[in-house]
């Protein structure tokens, strides 16, 4: 599996962005998605994940009401919608994928992304 993310950038206190994640490898469907994020010198921390068929998401509290995952099967990608940004959010993004675990946790993943950056200026 080959997991190729983008859409990192700058942007001010309150703006939006969307992170993609592209799958290639193996069966898309099959496979939960999601998303983590590292701060410098903190720990990945989980962000949201999708289930295979989309039938089940999850969120920490710490984004819930500003992020939106979802997913197209059709073009084997993710999508990371993350708005009212805040200062708090600069991290590295990294998207993933687990064959068989749901919810998501950081031990359990299969494949991870290259990592993309958000700055988040205030």
């Known amino acids: 599996v080959q997991l190729q993310a983008s859409g990192g950038g700058l942007v001010e206190a309150g703006g939006s962005l969307r992170l993609s994640c592209g799958f290639s490898?193996?069966?898309?469907?099959?496979?939960?998605m999601g998303w983590f994020r590292q701060a410098p010198g903190k720990e990945r921390e989980f962000v949201a994940g999708?289930?295979?068929?989309?039938?089940?998401?999850s969120y920490p509290d710490s984004v819930k009401g500003r992020f939106t995952i979802s997913r197209d099967t059709g073009k084997n990608t993710v999508y990371l919608q993350m708005d009212s940004l805040k200062p708090e959010d600069t991290a590295v993004y990294y998207c993933?994928?687990?064959?068989?675990?749901?919810?998501?946790?950081?031990?359990?993943?299969?494949?991870w992304g290259q990592g993309t950056l958000v700055t988040v200026s205030s």
């Open positions: 490898g193996r069966t898309f469907s099959s496979y939960s």
């Open positions: 993933a994928a687990d064959r068989m675990n749901w919810p998501l946790v950081l031990a359990s993943v299969d494949y």
């Open positions: 999708v289930s295979g068929n989309s039938k089940r998401i």
